[in-house]
C-alpha cells in the first residue's frame, strides 16, 4: 500500500468517484482488468466486445453473480440484486461499493468460450482525515488533512499528487496552510502508474463572504446607490449557524480613522432579521433568509462617501468585506442661479483627484456656448470656467465618470440664468416710463380746464337770465 497524507487544512468533504482501468495480462493467459474505485461509489466492470445472442455469465469467487441468456432474459443472485445491474452490454454495474468487494475475483465468461476475463477492484481512497467533522464546512484559518491511499498490485511504482480546486499540483511541503477561501471547492488526488492515471476527487467547503469589488462603489444624487455584500451560493445560514456564528453586522466608516457608525444588525433568533440602526436611509436589498447581504438606496448623495464594512462573526474568526463608495458631485460658482453675463466655475470631482484611468464627459446643455465636442474627445477637465454665461447655459449639465468603455456614474446639475439688464434696455424702460408719465399729466391738465370753462359757462348762465 502507498498512502500520502498532507495536512492542508481542516476539513469536509464528500468523497466522490474515481475510476479508471488498467490492463494487465496475468499468468494463466485469461486477460485480467484492474480498476481502481473507492468505497461507496460504483464501478462499472465492462468486457471487451460483443456477444449477441450467447450465453454470458458473471462469477465471483467462483460462484454465480450474474448471467444472461440467449433470449435475452437476465438473472442476478438475491443477495446482491439491489447492488447489481446487468447491461445490454454485458457490462456489470456494481453500486455503493463495499469492503468486500476489493477482496474479490470477478469472472466474466461467454458460454462456449473462448472469451474468458478476471477483474480485481483496487481500492483508491480520498479523504479528510479529520473524523469528526465529516459534514461540517470549514472557517478560514482552520487546519484540514487530506489523505489519499491507493492499494498497489505488484512492485510500487505509484506517484501521488493533489490538484488544488484551482487545478494547481500541490507538493506536500507546500500544504501546510490555513484555509482560506481559494481552498474551497473539489480537491483531486493524481494516482499514477506506468500505464494509468487514477483521480479520486474530495470536496471541501470553506465558508466565506463572496469577494468584495475590486473598484469602489460609484454613485451620485441622481444615481442609486447599492453596497455589494453576499455569501456564496454554495453556504446555507444552517451551516453558518453550525459554525457558531455570533454577530452579522453592516457598518459605515465615513474617513479613514473615524469612528464606525452602524448601520443594521442581524438578530439570531429564529427567524432571522435585520435590525436597524443607523440606516442612513439604506435598506437591504433580500430578506435575510436569503445569501445577498447588499444595501441600497434609489438616490446616492454626498454624505455616501466612505467605507462600508460588512462582518460575520465568529468565535475565532470574523469575515470581513469592505466596499469604498465614491460620490461624483458637480459644483457651481457662484451657484445655481445665475445672471447672463457673470463668470461662472463648474467643477466635477470625486472629492479628491481623478485617478489616471479615470475620465470625466460633461454634457453641457443644447443651447450653450460650449459643446461637448469643443471640450475635446478624451477626458474632459474637472473646472470649466464660463467666463461670461449667457442665457443658453441655462438648464441641465450632466458630468459622466469614465473607466475605458465603462460609464460608471453621472452627476447633474440644473442652472437658472436670468438675463442682464442692459444700458440700452434701462434706456428704453427709463424713456417708456417718462412717456407715460408724461401723457398722465397731459390728461390731467385737460381734464382740469374742462373743469374751469364748464363752471365758467353755468354762471354765465345765471347771470343773464336774471334767476
Ligand atoms: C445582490 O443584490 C444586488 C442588488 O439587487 C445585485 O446587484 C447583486 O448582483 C446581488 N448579488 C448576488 C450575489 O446575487
Ligand atoms: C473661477 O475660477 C477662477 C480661477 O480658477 C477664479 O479666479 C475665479 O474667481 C472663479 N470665479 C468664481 C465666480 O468663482
Ligand atoms: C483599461 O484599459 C487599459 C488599457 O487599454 C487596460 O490595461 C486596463 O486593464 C483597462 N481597465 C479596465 C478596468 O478594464
Known sequence: SNSLFFSVTEMKNLIQSVLLLAMLMSTTGAEEFIYYAQVGEKVTLKPPGVHPQKYVYWYFNGRDLAWRNTMGKTWTKPRWKDRLSLLSDDSLIINNLEQEDFTTIFKFEVYGGPSEYTYKLLKLTGKSKNKYELTSPLLPGDSLSL???????????????????????????????????????????????????????????????????????????????????????????????????????????????????????????????????????????QDPTKINLSLTRDQGSEEDRGDYVCTLEFKNVALTRTVHVKVLQITSSPGTELISGQQLNLTCSLGHPLPSDLRLKWFPPKKSSLSSSSLGSGGHPTHLTIPEVGRGDGGKWRCELWQNDTRLTSAEITLKIEPKLSVWMLVVICSVTVIVILILILVFILYQHRQVQLNHSYSFLFDHTGL
Open 147 to 285: 489523505s489519499c491511499n491507493a492499494v498497489t498490485q505488484g512492485p510500487n511504482n505509484l506517484k501521488i499528487h493533489w490538484l488544488n480546486p484551482q487545478g494547481v499540483k500541490m507538493r506536500p511541503e507546500q500544504l501546510h496552510a490555513r484555509a482560506t477561501s481559494q481552498d474551497n471547492g473539489q480537491w483531486t488526488c493524481v494516482v499514477t502508474n506506468a500505464r494509468q492515471t487514477h483521480v479520486a476527487n474530495v470536496f471541501v467547503t470553506v465558508i466565506d463572504l463572496s469577494p468584495a469589488p475590486l473598484s469602489p462603489q460609484y454613485t451620485s444624487k441622481s444615481r442609486p446607490l447599492t453596497v455589494p455584500c453576499s455569501l456564496p451560493p454554495y453556504i446555507s445560514w444552517d451551516q453558518i449557524k453550525a459554525k457558531g456564528m455570533q454577530e452579522v453586522h453592516w457598518q459605515f466608516i465615513p474617513e479613514p480613522g473615524s469612528s464606525p457608525q452602524r448601520l443594521f444588525s442581524l438578530s439570531l433568533e429564529d427567524p432571522l432579521t435585520w435590525k436597524p440602526e443607523l440606516t442612513r436611509g439604506l435598506r437591504l436589498v
